[in-house]
């Protein structure tokens, strides 16, 4: 079964730092790129970062560019979002998705995982 | 960054009937990489259409998209009680790589 699995969440002061992995299983991780999306409470989808299969190329929505650092590791099959400086807006359900490049969309979603960041 | 403008905001209908979505970009969407998806509360999104018309496995052949440039249409040619969710466009192109859009809530009337 193709699976994705988001850990790392939880509640954290503004300024601090959380890192959030995404554990891949069921299909070749190698093979695809992949995208971090966020939904803070009762919005609305906001794609956040994108790393393409080998990790040579890197997006960064504009909100959170020069805070958060995308990055994967293919012999673990898992993808990472380290996430510095956190603020408030930050708050959010953060999902990974797959995002066959053929599709330039995202086929597969995990469950996400909860970033709370408040003092 | 290509922004995408979803309406209406919220779309009331009952069940049979069809239901026609909007979402048009501020600047045409690179070789069409338009998506539609569909969430429904507490769950993660679904991808339904790629490509701007190209359903994603299992959707139903009920559900289909349309369009170009700037200018997209998702439809669900007879409402069924699950299909009453938030529908979301997506595009792939421009500065900034992926954009959403607003969302649009169908609802039951």
């Known amino acids: 079964e193709v699976q994705l699995v988001e850990s790392g969440g939880g509640l954290v002061q503004p300024g601090e730092s959380l890192r959030l992995s995404c554990a891949a299983s069921?299909?070749?991780?190698?093979?695809?790129?992949m995208s971090w999306v966020r939904q803070a409470p009762g919005k609305g989808l906001e794609w956040v970062s994108f790393?393409?299969?080998?990790?040579?190329?890197?997006y960064y929505a504009d909100s959170v560019k020069g805070r958060f650092t995308i990055s994967r590791d293919n012999a673990r099959n898992s993808l990472y979002l380290q996430m510095n400086g956190l603020r408030a807006e930050d708050t959010a359900v953060y999902y990974c998705?797959?995002?066959?490049?053929?599709?330039?969309?995202?086929?597969?979603w995990g469950r996400g995982t909860t970033v709370t960041v408040s003092s | 960054e290509i922004v995408l403008t979803q309406s209406p905001g919220t779309l009331s209908l009952s069940p049979g009937e069809r239901a026609t979505l909007s979402c048009r970009a501020s600047?045409?969407?690179?070789?069409?990489?338009l998506a539609w998806y569909q969430q429904k509360p507490g769950q993660a999104p679904r991808l339904l259409i790629y490509?701007?018309?190209t359903r994603a496995t299992g959707v139903p052949d009920g559900i289909s998209g349309s369009g170009s440039g700037t200018d997209f249409t998702l439809t669900i040619s007879r409402l069924e009680p699950e299909d009453f969710a938030v529908y979301y466009c997506?595009?792939?192109?421009?500065?900034?790589?992926?954009?959403f859009g607003q969302g649009t809530r169908l609802e039951i009337k």
């Open positions: 998705a797959r995002c066959p490049w053929s599709y330039r969309a995202m086929d597969v």
């Open positions: 790393i393409t299969s080998g990790g040579r190329t890197i």
């Open positions: 069921g299909f070749t991780f190698s093979s695809y790129e």
């Open positions: 600047q045409s969407v690179s070789s069409n990489y």
């Open positions: 997506q595009q792939y192109g421009g500065s900034s790589p992926i954009t």
């Open positions: 490509g701007a018309s």
